[in-house]
């Protein structure tokens, strides 16, 4: 007879269906109804809904950086969220410390490694071009395969400096070699929008794509510029990476009146914006798109299966049988939530997302909101 490590019972799929969900050895091992035995239950009672684990495409956790900083369980499990991934705080520099200290959380952590050899010391990364340190690059891209999955590279004003669009030239020279992603920051000009998407290809990430900025994805007239509309032709991705200062509900409004939309929705998180808004969470994020009239199914899949794909995270994003057992447990709370984007503009939901719970390679993690739900490990 079967004995799994682990089922949930009774768990809500996001179309409304019930199943039951085995896990074995990390993996998800059988799907549908279930009446094996197993070390331990967990019944949903048809309450509660599970996806794929969340996937947060941009965040920063590396503790010891000194402006973007956090920890990766604080934006991770604790949050429902099973992966995250650290956009461009560590370069090669740092890369060994932010490797061991990552294995140390029960998040599976990711690095997109800054092109600047520093990373986010200070805000200014790529105003000397001489801290592009190219064969160290190479180095670290090597020993960590598994772990260095993108390419960062921030493009706008107070970055570059006089350098203008020869840091991402130079990008997309680095980026030749792995073939991997590279995701570009996107904010105040120079260097101008039009240059930056004229550069990119597909699989190439554009993150803060609504910010609101002058520099943003729509012209004077409020069209979709179309250096933009190229990119997105040519398969360049957009990420949301709303952040302190990079989400407009304006601009996404008039986004989604164009039949726009982002491939991944990501929070740009670190301590300060987590502890004191706008952002808060990724689920705080996801919320602000029931505001704009997002479907959940858009929602969930902009941080599962579009995100593993985008990302190249291999087993990742779907709860299928011989996927990893990387899990989200939420609700969706009918209750009013007024809601802030970076501008300051508020919008108002009736229900908003609860991560109650993570699986993670099989293991469980109860927020805190879980816990009030009576879930229990
Ligand atoms: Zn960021």
Known sequence: MIMYDLILKNAKLIDGSIVDIAIEAGKIAELGQIDAAAQKTIDLKGLHYVSAGWIDSHTHCFARSPIYHDEPDLI??????????????????????????AQQSKTNVYSFLNISKIGLIRQSELSDMNDIDVPLFDQALAKYPDFI???KVRMSRSVVGENGIKPLVQAKEMQKKSGLPLMIHVGNNPPELDEVADLLTKGDIITHCFN???????????????????????GVILDIGHGGESFSFAVAERAKCLDIYPNTISSDIYSKNRLQGPVFSLANVMTKFICLGYSLKRIIDSVTCNAAEILHLKNKGELAVGYDADITIFDLKQEKIALSDAEGEVRESNERFVPLACIVSGQTEITEEGRKNGLND
């Open 76 to 101: 991770g499990v604790h949050a429902g969220v099973t992966a995250v991934v650290d956009a461009g705080s560590v370069g090669a520099l740092d890369a060994d410390e932010f490797y061991h200290l």
């Open 149 to 151: 999955i993108g390419i």
């Open 212 to 234: 609101g900025k002058p520099n943003k994805i729509f012209d004077k007239e409020n069209n979709l510029r179309d250096s933009i509309k190229r990119a997105i032709e040519r």
